[in-house]
């Protein structure tokens, strides 16, 4: 059987009821690829505001994370998928007994929900990985004086570079997460970098090329990132090769992001995996022949992957609220969207903290020089 | 002033409310490009399960021809456009006076709903069209039987081929619409192409390459385009100037597509104009650095034109209702999104009645063969 169900994919495509957990920017992209499809979809958030709640005339208020929210929301729903891993297992495990698809799989969410057993999984298929021990809280953390500099993280609801710091001195471990952690040695990096994989029920894979990223000193969040990345083919097949893997292992049905270190003796270490769409995969809507997020679709709706070729270089750029940004918008606006292959998103988000991701800009062109000297631009226009 | 108000693009984008006359696909599309710009639309159509009904949680469903409901629609947004040429022209000029935006203006959709006044507006501007002449109803038509065979368009509401026929014999006319339309004589028609021109308030215009395409001959429906179009560039750059020519004119804001005849000696003829998004212009999502769904949120926002360069070669096809769909329908799907390339564009819509679009491919590729055999592929598979 290739598809969901006879029944469901003769009555075709629009009557097929879709639930997304989580109404974020990647819900939002989700959906700009569900229109492809004729997709009818309905998406939760506890934010009554979030992006989401504009493109479905199916959102519902609520938390991802309540059981009896997820079980509410899911059950007439046909299949199920998340744009953000802290949603309610349990709820999950009892909507698939009631036969709503969930894809990824609960068993999928559950391991790499947790950073420490995400950790363990990786392990045990012999998957390199930084080495990390479990804290429980900040008071743990003293036996470990010896060993700074360390990288803290907090076992669950990290995102975007929130729930993870570098420990240097007595006084980092004061002002330390007070949670359970996954304390890891510092690894001697030399770039980052990230593999989008597919996968879907009849174990058909699908990698996009890596993505190179840079991140800013302070935040760990990204700075921007290159595609296709400027490194030797051996890293780069070996970096494609272990995301295959891990999806294999994983047993994944939809995406899966893998974020990678490559050490300075060319050693590649998995970082963190990310079952759903994925920053690192924001350039494939406009440099790829299938977007990451058409691709999540097709995954979990059974249908076959599509091609992942790159056909632009292409360069992806946070935009990060902060005071200067709203300054003159009118006139930061209007130069950013004349830059020939500027692609704005924006994500429309209520209630801005400095820092938070607003959107992104992704900058195609014919030559990864070229596109380096658009962002330059656009980072001169934002700051 | 570059934006439509300081004040409103303060507040920034998602602040903004757009309105979409009709909600059919052209309006799904104009969605999947509202959302990378954070926008909330309202969609207004007379159908309750047009597949915008799906994307907004603003749908309304009311008859975009009707002054009452068009005015209610509109009197609380900043910025009005169309997905359709029927729409009631006298709330639209009455909302203006309220304050509400309106593009294309008022003046511009009221020139192009009716075939007739579009014609004279050409030939007062010297634009070449094919001459015609009006007729009030069937038992006009008698009086040019000498001069059959004649090409019969309905003043208004045509649309897809609907509203067009080849009168060749007596029979025909008695077979003929009963409703005013234009007669024409018959052009020695070579290729048709088109081209879409955006214009935004400022005066910037941003035209794309021309598109060729090939109709199906017993039902005047587009059966598939390419672009580029392989003609010469002479004749490519006078389609382009006499789009650009128009946009002017007419006084554009928005998009607007040009549909053209190349006549055997090598003349342009215009044949018809459509303010508003178009099936020509379906491959700029996938093959242009800017789609004309985005292009036209750029053009009635005030923002600058985007780069229009076809990035890839493209071929789009329409897929129409019929029968033979509804055999195998998985294995049809399957097999067509197998094909590395092919964009699917289902629209999700009810009530199907053969011939009726229901969706379209946009099959990209490294050649324009490589397109044009994968397309060959498509047809075999749906038909």
Redesign the interface.
Known sequence: M??IS?RQ??I???NLKIGILGGGQLG??I??HA???????SIMDNDAHA?C???????FCGDPASFEAVLEFGKDLDVITIEKEAVNINALRQLEKQGVRIFPTPDTIEIIQDKFTQKQFLLSHNIPVAPGEVIQGKNDLYQYESKLPLCLKKRRDGYDGYGVMVLKTREDIAAAFDAPCVVEELVDIKHEISVIVARNEHGAVACYDPVMMVFSEEKFILDYQIAPAQLDEEILKEATNLAKGIADAIQLVGILAVEMFVTKDHKILVNELAPRPHNSGHHTIEAS?TSQYEQLL?AVLG??L??T?L??PSLMMNVLENASLNTD??GK??RL??I??A???????EGKRPGRKV?HVTI?GNTIENVIAKAESIRKILN
Chains 1, 2 share one sequence.
């Open positions: 290739v598809f006879l994919l003769t075709m495509l629009e939002a992209m959906m700009r229109i492809d499809f004729g997709l009818s979809v992006p709640s504009r493109y479905t005339s199916s959102f022949t097709r249908l076959p599509g091609a070729a056909h632009l918008r009118q606006l209007q969207l004349d020939p292959g692609h704005l998103h924006w994500y429309g988000k959107g195609t």
